[in-house]
C-alpha cells in the first residue's frame, strides 16, 4: 500500500513564503511524476505544478516565477516552495503521484490528504 503524506501549509500573510512537503512511502518500486493540484472552494482542482523523475517542471502560468517545484528521489519525496503568495493562492493543496509499486508494477495515480494554504490580504 502506498501513502502520500503532505506537511506545512498554514496562515500567510499576502508576500509571505510556504514550503510544502510531500514524502510517497510503502512498496514502491519506482516514481514517475510528483505534483502538486489545488483547489479553492467552489472551483475545480487545478494542477499548480509537476516534477518528473528526469527533474522536467512544469508550472501553472498563474504561479510561475513565484513558486519552484523540487523532489529528493532519495526521500520519495517532493516539495513546494511558494514565494511572494497572494490571497487567490488561498485552496487545499494536494500531492499527487503517479507511481509503480510491488510487487505488480503497475503505474497508478495517488493522492494525498490535502493541506490548506491560507493568503491574506
Known amino acids: 500500500q502506498v501513502q502520500l503524506v503532505e506537511s506545512g501549509g498554514g496562515l500567510v500573510q499576502a508576500g509571505g513564503s510556504l514550503r510544502l512537503s510531500c514524502a510517497a512511502s510503502?512498496?514502491?518500486?519506482?516514481?514517475?511524476?510528483m505534483g502538486w493540484y489545488r483547489q479553492a472552494p467552489g472551483k475545480q482542482r487545478e494542477l499548480v505544478a509537476t516534477i518528473t523523475s528526469g527533474d522536467s517542471t512544469n508550472y501553472a502560468d498563474s504561479v510561475k516565477g513565484r513558486f519552484t517545484i523540487s523532489r529528493d528521489n532519495a526521500k520519495n519525496t517532493v516539495y513546494l516552495q511558494m514565494n511572494n503568495l497572494k490571497p487567490e493562492d488561498t485552496a487545499v493543496y494536494y500531492c499527487?503521484?503517479?507511481?509503480?509499486?510491488?510487487?505488480?508494477?503497475?503505474?497508478?495515480?495517488?493522492w494525498g490528504q490535502g493541506t490548506q494554504v491560507t493568503v491574506s490580504a
Open positions: 510503502g512498496s514502491i518500486f519506482s516514481i514517475n511524476r
Open positions: 499527487n503521484a503517479i507511481l509503480s509499486g510491488t510487487p505488480s508494477r503497475v503505474e497508478y495515480q495517488y
